[in-house]
């Protein structure tokens, strides 16, 4: 199971801080990975971290967004700077490739 908090409303150049507190799986040898997703559109792959702490990033969100991870608290976190309107989304954390079970998400709205 997942659960994603840290969302909410932030002007854009803001920043947002999002957390994920995973349960049910071996966390330790497995990828984690931020996605989102907005109405009427595929959920999308955002940043994955394997559990050798190996990132990579889509080309949207390179230089403002950094995954990181914290094992012993079987914890993923997607540090967001410099956010646009178009950062707007439903924020989801799940391995990577992700399994068939996703929590809520967290809402991210960008705007003035």
């Known amino acids: 199971q997942f659960a994603e908090t840290g969302g909410g409303l932030v002007q854009p150049g803001g920043s947002l801080r999002l957390s994920c507190d995973a349960s049910?799986?071996?966390?330790?040898?497995?990828?984690m990975a931020w996605y989102r997703q907005t109405p009427g559109s595929e959920r999308e792959l955002i940043a994955v971290i394997t559990n050798r702490d190996e990132v990579k990033y889509a080309d949207s969100v390179i230089g403002r967004f950094t995954i990181s991870r914290d094992n012993v608290r079987r914890s993923a976190y997607l540090q967001m700077n410099s956010l646009l309107p178009e950062d707007t989304a439903v924020y989801y954390c799940?391995?990577?490739?992700?399994?068939?079970?996703w929590g809520q998400g967290t809402r991210v709205t960008v705007s003035a």
């Open positions: 799940n391995m990577g490739p992700p399994c068939a079970v």
């Open positions: 049910g799986f071996d966390f330790n040898i497995l990828s």
